[in-house]
């Protein structure tokens, strides 16, 4: 992947490492219809999941229901019972401090 969304999984990176210098980034679920496999983010369990779509970045909180959420980044998965994500497409702006506070806030959960 050579276009926007590498770019966009590289900022999400940039963030978490910011937000958690602790957490430990790996890949996984490689498969032949992923090659790349989908990076994953722990610090005392497991963070978030960064997965790419051919229309958006998906980046999945693994305990995102539980995190205060005040300036609304997530913007999908908010039904769901655990999980919260936050779809970025190409065009989409991220508030880099909103998401970083999700990040310390789920390390802080994650330690609590």
Known sequence: MSDWRA???QQVRDLVRAAAP???EEVKWRK???PDGVPTFSCDGLLCTVETYKDKVK???ARGASLDDPAHVFNASLDAG???AVDLREDDTL???AFTALVSAAVAHNRA
Do not use: E, Q, Y
């Open 59 to 61: 980046v999945t909180f």
């Open 32 to 34: 032949p219809s992923n």
């Open 82 to 84: 655990t999980r919260r």
């Open 95 to 97: 508030d880099a401090d």
């Open 22 to 24: 602790d957490a430990v």
């Open 7 to 9: 770019d966009r999984v």
